[in-house]
C-alpha cells in the first residue's frame, strides 16, 4: 500500500494534464487543416466568393437599432470572446491550483514566457523601427498552446512529463501576456462612460461570486452585459472573456470526504429503493437519490472547472477551426520572394524562429545564475531550446494580433505570410531538435 499510494497520487495529477494536452493536439491538426483548406480557398477562383462571404453584414439585436457587422467581425469580436474566456478560466486555474500555484512552481516558465515576448517584439522592432509597419511588434510574442503540444505529442512518450507540463505552463503564461498586451497597446480610442459601465459589471460579477452564486444563467447573463460594454468602450471585447473568467466561483461547496460519504449514502438508498424492482419510473424515492447524488457531483465541482470542461471542445474544434477558416485566408499576389523581404515578414519570422527560443532559454538561463528559479530536474538546457523552438508557433494568436494591428491589406498580407513560414518553420524546428535529443539519449 505505501509503495501503491505515490503512484496512484502521481497517476490523478498526470491524467487531467495529458488529458489536456490530447484535446490539444487533436485540435491543432483540425486547425491546421483548416488555415491550409483558407489558404487554397484565398488563392483559387473561389477566392471572390470566400472574400464575401466573410464580409456577409450580420444583425443581432432587438427593436430598431441592431448591431450590423460583417460575419468577420463577429467571429473576431465575438466567438472569440469565448475562446479568450476558456484562456482566462485556463490562466485561473493555473495560477490557483496549478503550474503558476506558487511563485516556486511559477518562477521559471513565467520568466520564460517573458523572454519569449520580449526577444520577438525588440527583433521585430529591429526591422521595421520607424516605418507604419512597426505597430506589428506584438505578433510575433504568442505561442499557440494548440499546435505546440501537438507536435510534442507527435514525439509520444519520448519527451519527458515535466517537459509537456513546462510548456503547457509557459504556453499560459505566454497567454497571460499576449492578453495583457492587447488591452494596454491594441486598444482603440476609449469611451470612459462604457468603460465604468463595463467596471460596473464586472463588480456585478465579482459580488455574484463572492455571494456564493453558482447559476450559468446568473454568469451568462453578466457576460453577455460585460461584452457589450468592453465593445462598446474601446477596448478589445476579447478582454470581456478574460475578466469574467476572473470572476468565476473556483471553490467547491462540499469537500472530498463529504462527497464521498454523501455519494455513498445515496447509492445505497438507491440500491435498497431498486433491490424488488429494476425500474425507476415510477420509484419516487430511488428517483430522489439519483438527483441527490447528482447535486452532490455538482457541490463537489467548482463553476470553474465545470466552464471549462464544458466549453474546451467547442472552443478546440468549432471556435478556433471557424476562426483559421475566416482569418488565414490570406490571397498570395505578387512575387513572393519580394513580399518574403519586406521588413515585416522578417520581424515576425526571425521574431519567432529565433526570438522565442534565444528570449526563452536566455531568460531562464538568468533566472538560474540569479537563483530566482531552477531549472526542472531532468532536464537540460538542450531541451529549454527544444521548447523554446516550438513556442515559436505563433498560429491562432498571432493571426488575432495581426488583426488587431493592421488595418492595411498589404500589411496583413505581409504579417500572414510571415506568421506562416515561421509556424511551420518553429514546427519542423522543435521536431527535430527533439528527434535528436532522443537519439543522442
Request: glycine share 10%.
Amino acid at each position: 500500500m505505501q509503495t501503491q499510494l505515490p503512484q496512484r497520487i502521481l497517476s490523478g495529477i498526470k491524467h487531467p494534464i495529458e488529458r489536456f494536452i490530447h484535446a490539444e493536439t487533436s485540435s491543432g491538426l483540425l486547425l491546421l487543416l483548416c488555415g491550409i483548406v483558407a489558404l487554397v480557398l484565398a488563392n483559387s477562383p473561389l477566392f471572390d466568393a470566400y472574400h464575401h462571404f466573410w464580409e456577409t453584414p450580420f444583425s443581432i439585436g432587438l427593436g430598431n437599432s441592431p448591431m450590423t457587422k460583417p460575419l468577420h467581425h463577429w467571429i473576431n469580436d465575438g466567438l472569440m470572446v469565448i475562446f479568450f474566456f476558456v484562456v482566462g478560466l485556463e490562466i485561473k486555474r493555473e495560477l490557483l491550483v496549478g503550474e503558476l500555484s506558487t511563485a516556486k512552481k511559477a518562477a521559471l516558465p513565467v520568466i520564460a514566457a517573458l523572454g519569449g515576448m520580449v526577444a520577438p517584439a525588440l527583433i521585430y522592432s529591429a526591422f521595421n523601427g520607424g516605418m507604419p509597419s512597426a505597430r506589428g511588434w506584438g505578433i510575433p510574442m504568442a505561442t499557440d498552446i494548440a499546435f505546440a503540444l501537438g507536435v510534442v505529442a507527435l514525439m509520444g512518450s519520448r519527451v519527458p512529463f515535466v517537459l509537456k507540463v513546462f510548456l503547457a505552463a509557459l504556453a499560459i503564461a505566454d497567454d497571460l501576456g499576449a492578453v495583457l498586451v492587447i488591452a494596454l497597446f491594441y486598444t482603440a480610442e476609449i469611451q470612459g462612460m462604457m468603460l465604468l459601465a463595463a467596471g460596473g459589471v464586472f463588480a456585478v460579477a465579482l459580488v455574484g461570486n463572492a455571494l456564493g452564486v453558482r447559476s450559468v444563467l446568473f454568469y451568462l447573463l453578466v457576460g453577455i452585459a460585460l461584452w457589450f460594454c468592453v465593445l462598446e468602450s474601446g477596448i478589445h471585447a476579447t478582454i470581456a472573456g478574460v475578466l469574467l473568467a476572473i470572476a468565476i466561483p473556483a471553490k467547491q461547496r462540499i469537500n472530498a470526504d463529504e462527497f464521498t460519504d454523501n455519494a455513498r449514502s445515496f447509492i445505497n438508498e438507491f440500491a435498497r429503493q431498486t433491490r424488488e424492482s429494476k425500474s425507476t419510473l415510477a420509484n419516487q424515492q430511488a428517483q430522489s437519490a439519483v438527483r441527490d447524488l447528482e447535486r452532490s457531483c455538482e457541490l463537489v465541482q467548482t463553476p470553474l472547472s465545470r466552464f471549462e470542461s464544458n466549453l474546451h471542445a467547442w472552443v478546440a474544434f468549432l471556435i478556433m477551426p471557424i476562426f483559421a477558416l475566416a482569418n488565414a485566408g490570406v490571397h498570395l499576389s505578387g512575387n513572393l520572394a519580394e513580399v518574403f523581404l519586406h521588413p515585416t515578414t522578417l520581424g515576425i519570422f526571425f521574431g519567432l524562429v529565433v526570438g522565442k527560443p534565444l528570449g526563452i532559454t536566455l531568460f531562464c538561463w538568468l533566472a538560474c545564475r540569479l537563483k530566482l528559479a531552477h531549472i526542472p530536474e531532468g532536464v537540460s538546457w538542450f531541451d529549454i531550446a527544444a521548447i523554446g523552438a516550438l513556442a515559436g508557433i505563433g498560429f491562432t494568436m498571432a493571426l488575432f494580433v495581426q488583426g488587431l494591428a493592421f488595418q492595411d491589406t498589404t500589411l496583413a498580407m505581409e504579417a500572414k505570410i510571415g506568421i506562416f513560414a515561421a509556424s511551420l518553420v518553429a514546427g519542423v524546428l522543435g521536431f527535430g531538435l527533439f528527434r535528436w535529443r532522443n537519439k543522442q539519449a
